[in-house]
């Protein structure tokens, strides 16, 4: 009896496709066998590093932020974890891009009392940061380029909280930040954009 030649063709369309799945079940079968055997991947813990370089006296937003999971051993002391509430912490000095945050990175809540915050600005003679420590008390003042007008007080005995150094050297002066009440930010705010800002120390606390 004589086969048709589509069923020739049929049975060796099957043959062919025996084969073929033959061969994706041995190859499965040694893949899953090799992963059945390769140890699990280390473990790691996620924590807050940053995403650029941020200068002292910044409060990082979610764009200065980024995930990375590090071993379990080389987590520092007082990592900061994903999630945590940054929006009222202020760095105390300069970080690196990819630098992991940790809570000594930042100003400690007794550094700025209740109802003060940390308010940054710049001087423009690097060498008189030189002068200060953290936990002086400084008067500030507002002068302009003209003699015809004296500095005026801005604000008194206002305590230095961070003397940050920016990892960058191409700005001009000395980065400052005085625990202080959001008025005297304010005016601070307002003489920046017009005037110089020079301090005085002074013994006086109240």
Same mark, same amino acid.
């Given at each position: 009896?004589?086969?048709?030649?589509?069923?020739?063709?049929?049975?060796?369309?099957?043959?062919?496709?025996?084969?073929?799945?033959?061969?994706?079940?041995?190859?499965?079968?040694?893949?899953?066998?090799?992963?059945?055997?390769?140890?699990? #991947?280390?473990?790691?813990?996620?924590? %807050?590093?940053? +995403? /650029?370089? =941020? !200068?002292?006296? $910044? &409060? @990082?937003?979610?764009?200065?932020?980024?995930?990375?999971?590090?071993?379990?051993?080389?987590?520092?002391?007082?990592?900061?974890?994903?999630?945590?509430?940054?929006?009222?912490?202020?760095?105390?000095? #300069?970080?690196?891009?990819?630098?992991? %945050?940790?809570? +000594? /990175?930042? =100003? !400690?809540?007794? $550094? &700025? @009392?209740?109802?003060?915050?940390?308010?940054?600005?710049?001087?423009?003679?690097?060498?008189?940061?030189?002068?200060?420590?953290?936990?002086?008390?400084?008067?500030?003042?507002?002068?302009?380029?003209?003699?015809?007008?004296?500095?005026?007080? %801005?604000?008194? +005995?206002?305590?230095?909280?961070?003397?940050?150094?920016?990892?960058?050297?191409?700005?001009?002066?000395?980065?400052?930040?005085?625990?202080?009440?959001?008025?005297?930010?304010?005016?601070?705010?307002?003489?920046?954009?017009?005037?110089?800002?020079?301090?005085?120390?002074?013994?006086?606390?109240?």
């Amino acid at each position: 009896m004589r086969i048709p030649s589509v069923v020739r063709d049929l049975v060796r369309a099957a043959r062919w496709h025996r084969r073929l799945l033959a061969g994706v079940a041995a190859a499965a079968a040694v893949y899953f066998g090799l992963v059945a055997l390769s140890p699990p #991947p280390p473990p790691t813990v996620p924590v %807050l590093a940053a +995403a /650029r370089d =941020l !200068t002292g006296g $910044a &409060v @990082p937003a979610d764009a200065d932020l980024r995930t990375v999971d590090l071993p379990p051993d080389a987590v520092p002391d007082g990592a900061l974890t994903p999630g945590a509430d940054l929006t009222a912490r202020v760095l105390s000095g #300069p970080v690196r891009s990819g630098e992991p %945050l940790t809570d +000594a /990175r930042f =100003l !400690t809540p007794v $550094a &700025v @009392p209740p109802g003060s915050l940390a308010y940054p600005f710049r001087i423009d003679d690097a060498d008189i940061s030189a002068l200060l420590r953290v936990g002086d008390h400084l008067n500030l003042y507002a002068a302009t380029s003209t003699s015809a007008e004296s500095a005026h007080l %801005l604000a008194r +005995a206002v305590r230095v909280v961070a003397l940050p150094t920016s990892p960058r050297t191409t700005t001009a002066g000395a980065l400052v930040v005085v625990a202080t009440t959001p008025a005297v930010a304010g005016r601070l705010a307002q003489a920046t954009a017009n005037s110089r800002i020079t301090v005085a120390l002074t013994p006086d606390t109240s």
